[in-house]
Nanobody
Framework: QVQLVESGGGLVQSGGSLRLSCVASARTLDYYSIGWFRQAPGKAREGVSCISNDDGSTYYADSVKGRFTISRDNAKNTVYLQMNNLRTEDTAVYYC?????????????WGQGTQVAVTL
């Protein structure tokens, strides 16, 4: 059973930074790519970033390119999302998810989410 637990969300001013963590159950990162998704109030969920389990390829939504960085530490079963230069439009609940496919098109497992709020 794959389990994912996010942490690191919070309240930050525009231009600030946060680092989200996604701790996965053992061996998950060996078999699944991990993606970050977000959902703002009244909006559809959108993909933010993904890191492939095989070669570590990374993918980013255009809206976060150059500001967000995804990375992983297999020894700690953890995937990180470093978010810099945050904007108010980044406010959302952020979820990590595990996908058997490399670019995270349709995740199989989801975490419970962590709230990020960016103020002016």
């Amino acid at each position: 059973q794959v389990q994912l637990v996010e942490s690191g969300g919070g309240l930050v001013q525009s231009g600030g930074s946060l680092r989200l963590s996604c701790v996965a159950s053992a061996r998950t990162l060996d078999y699944y790519s991990i993606g970050w998704f977000r959902q703002a109030p009244g909006k559809a969920r959108e993909g933010v970033s993904c890191i492939s389990n095989d070669d570590g390829s990374t993918y980013y939504a255009d809206s976060v390119k150059g500001r967000f960085t995804i990375s992983r530490d297999n020894a700690k079963n953890t995937v990180y999302l470093q978010m810099n230069n945050l904007r108010t439009e980044d406010t959302a609940v952020y979820y990590c998810a595990a996908d058997i496919q490399s670019n995270c098109p349709r995740p199989n497992y989801w975490g419970q989410g962590t709230q990020v709020a960016v103020t002016l």
